[in-house]
Nanobody, 126 residues
Framework: QLQAFGGGLVQAGDSLRLSCAVS????????VGWFRQAPGKERAFVAAIRWSGGGVYSQFYTDSVKGRFTISRDHAKNTAYLQMNSLKPEDTAVYYC??????????????????WGQGTQVTVSS
């Protein structure tokens, strides 16, 4: 139900925008998160956006991406985005999007999400 795409190979300092599209269902998640798994490491939280209803959103980020990454969503397209600017080699990882039908308090915890995308590779060369 979730499709993550937009990864690629870029140089340090470049930008990428990842997309997470909900398809084939009536799922309208209240929380969408992005996680990443670098080689040899566990999957880790990157960012989340929580919809409170109407046009009210809350965005959350792990410290290492604050000021560089921006999470957003388009309800009309039922798609969430992760705009990644000023990419660094340490951002290299497989990026996964996840969705939950609740307004998560524990948005950084993998076990809080019900749906997962397949992952998209982001490689940043120095």
């Amino acid at each position: 139900q979730l499709q993550a795409f937009g990864g690629g190979l870029v140089q340090a300092g470049d930008s990428l925008r990842l997309s997470c599209a909900v398809s084939g269902s009536t799922l309208i998640p209240y929380t969408v998160g992005w996680f990443r798994q670098a080689p040899g490491k566990e999957r880790a939280f990157v960012a989340a956006i929580r919809w409170s209803g109407g046009g009210v959103y809350s965005q959350f980020y792990t410290d290492s991406v604050k000021g560089r990454f921006t999470i957003s969503r388009d309800h009309a397209k039922n798609t969430a985005y992760l705009q990644m600017n000023s990419l660094k080699p340490e951002d290299t990882a497989v990026y996964y999007c996840a969705a939950a039908q609740n307004r998560l308090i524990g948005y950084s915890r993998e076990d809080q999400y019900n749906y997962w995308g397949q992952g998209t590779q982001v490689t940043v060369s120095s």
